[in-house]
């Protein structure tokens, strides 16, 4: 096992993995830019090491002041958090020629994942159900009136290096088609500097379903059921829980096995989570994420599973600390985003938190880390028996928190709390935004 690791990252994902590295015996460095000297991360980590100024390009995305903190501190491995160098394969590639081991998938693996057709074909070729489409880039206009021709209206078009909801465009006939496919190749071009882009059938009212999966690199892997993520606003999560409410333990069981023997297949290491939507009973892979994600505490509730601690443990050469039949979902949990930014507007509320309390009790985590110029304050995530508990719990927990200074999104769980349609689990990818359209015009 590793002696010492480094996180090359900060805020409340930086805590998380430092707590993991002490239960473990584990050495942590963390590493700061010069606006965050006293932040949390810094203080908690056995060590620190200010990798540069304030801005992000030259600090936390710097692989080079990120390796010499290793050098210096002498970490041997990486936890690479989520967002910054996470998902970035030369990261991986550029650790690993400095015999520092990524805590983490392959390069390789990222590199595929990263690209959203690679990631589609090889999804496939895995045997995990996709969206009909393209099957590659769409070159020219002819071609996507013929992709549009063989799947059928509405469709589409997405940029093969985008991702996140980034440079999409729906077209509901060919004339539509002709205007969203220029437009769409454009903006990758100058979003993304690739202006390669695919087409698939628009799906009009699904899920967000995400499949944790989990390799140890050695041709083993699980999954840890999935999280339901549709409640989003302009791409953001806001509000996801775990099991889904839309998914029986049959469907579970089978895309489930599906998902763990793709990426046992390809010996996966660590892990991973594979986007489907999802509608009318079917699965549809969109995208794989090589990281860990915001939401991954739902999941290590219902498993009563430390993600991050396997993370480690597979990427020190041990096996996985659970098989497939050891896995058993308990309860239901729930997690919320609570964002410094004024309800409705979502526009950030910029100030300084003059009191903060983290609500606690049964069932109740937050993960959080106050920090300037961030707008994610925490997460709040509860445990119950069953959804209705959890939700009753989630009701009580946003009671006991406390923030003054800022406004936060917490009235608008509140008034999301007292819907009929979340406390049945019925939503879609649209529902919130409607719903906002709805309540606030
Ligand atoms: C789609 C889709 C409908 N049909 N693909 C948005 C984020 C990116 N990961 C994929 N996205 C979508 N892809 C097909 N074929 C609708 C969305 C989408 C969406 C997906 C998940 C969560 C929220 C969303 C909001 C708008 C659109």
Known sequence: MFEKILIANRGEIALRVIRAAREMGIKSVAVHSTADADAMHVRMADE???????????SYLSKAAIISA??????????????FLSENASFAQALEDHGITFIGPSA?????????????????????????????GVPDFETAIGVAASIGFPVIIKATAGGGGRGMKVAQNAEELEIAFRTARSEAKNAFGNDEVYIEKYLQ???????????????NAVHLGERDCSLQRRHQKVFEE??????????RAEIGKVCADAVAKINYIGAGTVEFLYEDGKFYFIEMNTRLQVEHPVTEYIFGVDLVREQIRVAAGLPMSFRQDELEINGHAIEVRINAEKIPGFTPSPGRVRMFHAPGGFGVRMDSALYSGYSMIGKLIVHGRDRPEALARLKRALGELIIDGVESSVPLFHMLLAEPDIQAGDYNIHWLEKWLARQFG
Do not use: N, W
């Open 242 to 251: 775990a099991p889904g409410p839309a998914i029986t333990p049959k469907m």
């Open 48 to 58: 620190s090491v200010c990798i540069g100024p304030a801005p992000s390009s030259e």
């Open 70 to 83: 290793c050098e210096i501190t002498g970490a041997q491995a990486v936890h690479p958090g989520y967002g």
């Open 205 to 219: 009212k699904p899920r967000h379903i995400e499949i944790q999966v989990f390799g140890d690199g050695k041709g």
């Open 108 to 136: 390789e693996h990222i590199r595929i994942m990263g690209d959203k057709i690679t990631a589609k074909v090889t999804a496939k070729d895995l045997g995990i159900p996709v969206v009909p489409g393209s099957d590659g």
